[in-house]
């Protein structure tokens, strides 16, 4: 195995990112779709929900959701679609997939809903990657970033920090 950089590696500034926004987004009764080939797949509705931060902020309008697919090892893949309404008006597409895993011996607490949002954000790994979609001349800036977003758990819903990488 070569011990030497590969020559065609360039050096690169640190990636940076920037707050876009904190997002809740209320939820409805998930629904079983059941197990299939590839897991078990469930959809978390929304209900609504809010989004604030220093470029943007508005609400969650309650169509859209989550296609998750728990896999067999317990960990939850996302597959989500929701609409944001600024609060000028403007419609934007989010989407995102991530990666939620949680300890085994957290999804006892995680699947009961008087204590899942109780449960420390530290002690499971909860990622996603937004991306957005819009007509809106104004934030069409938003067409041409690619976001992180750090989840938990609320009460009735779920919540990210979303930074954009810069």
Known sequence: MPTTLDPRVRALPEIRTEHLFDIVIDLQPQLNIGNGPLGRRMLFPSAGGTFHGPALH???????GDWALF?????????????????DGALVHMTYSGRWTTPPELRPAIADAATRHQVDPALYYFRTNPLFETGAKQYAWLNDVVCVGVGYMVEAGIAYKVVKVV
């Open 71 to 87: 896999r067999p090892d317990g960990t939850m893949v996302l597959d989500v679609r929701l609409t944001l309404r600024t609060h």
């Open 58 to 64: 508005g609400e969650v309008l309650p169509v859209g």
